[in-house]
């Protein structure tokens, strides 16, 4: 006699899972119970009181006395505020006709590669 799998629920399955849960959870609480009773309470130190250490004291005292560096804000004239959205001119750097001037020189340099076919 085999008994093949049904279409419904499988009760016994479900109460042996069921049991043994239960079994489980008693356990856990046995032991937990055994563990509070059986606890040695260990005495703990009195805190000591905070005080810092006297360079470090001194480290700060000195941190408080020192200037702070400035912040140095660049502010832009009103002309070139009034410039610089339009488009029409870009303010004047002296790297900036420099890197022009390189500029000009690699473009040539590299109309002379194409004339001789080497790009």
Not at 8 to 15: F, R, S, V
Not at 87 to 109: C, V
């Amino acid at each position: 006699n085999m008994k093949l799998g049904g279409l419904g629920p499988d009760y016994e399955t479900i109460k042996e899972k069921v049991k043994k849960l239960k079994q489980q959870k008693e356990y856990s609480r046995q032991i937990k119970e055994y563990n509070m009773k059986n606890i040695i309470v260990v005495p703990r130190l009195p805190e000591k009181a905070q005080v810092p250490s006297v360079s470090r004291r001194k480290a700060l005292d000195y941190a408080k006395k020192i200037p702070r560096p400035k912040t140095f804000t660049t502010r832009q004239s009103d002309q070139e505020v009034k410039e610089a959205p339009a488009g029409t001119s870009l303010p004047k750097i002296p790297s900036l006709e420099s890197l022009w001037d390189r500029h000009e020189k690699e473009k040539k340099i590299v109309a002379a590669f194409k004339a001789l076919h080497i790009l």
